[in-house]
């Protein structure tokens, strides 16, 4: 890996051979808190994908939406993430019945991961806090994209 205008840069081959998570839609992440050191994550540099920029860190217990979610509806995700009212992490008692939700099961591991388009990352109070509306949103929100795009 190389640093590039203050970004680690790799080859997509390099990140795999740390081993990597790709994220192609929504889901809950499960791993370290910044804390503990963070999950790294990665995006495309350029349009090809052969090269990848270290764009930050996310931590256990944030919340990825759907692209879907947030082409259609940046205002409610962001009215999400302005909930920072800590009360701790969620724990398996808070997602273990939400019917369809991907779980990213980063714990225990040194993996990272990879995002393939655009994202947004709700913070982990607002996570626990709204989960199952996350989840609804991000449901309904691609519905809405492919009824808009029949």
Do not use: Q
């Amino acid at each position: 890996m190389k640093i590039k205008d203050g970004y680690w840069v790799a080859t997509a081959e390099e990140i795999a051979e740390h081993g990597c998570i790709i994220v192609e839609d929504n889901g809950l992440i499960l791993g370290n808190t910044h804390s503990e050191g963070g999950i790294y994550f990665f995006i495309p540099e350029d349009e090809d994908g052969k090269m990848l920029i270290r764009a930050g860190e996310i931590e256990g217990g944030e919340y990825i939406t759907s692209r879907y979610t947030d082409y259609l509806h940046m205002e409610k995700v962001k009215e999400f993430n302005s909930y920072t009212v800590d009360s701790g992490y969620i724990v398996r008692e808070d997602y273990v019945n939400i019917k369809g939700l991907p779980i990213y099961d980063l714990r225990n591991t040194d993996k990272v991961l990879v995002f393939n388009r655009r994202i947004s990352i709700i913070n982990h109070c607002a996570t626990k806090k709204f989960i199952n509306e996350l989840v609804e949103l991000d449901k309904s929100s691609k519905e809405e994209y492919n009824n808009r795009t029949k």
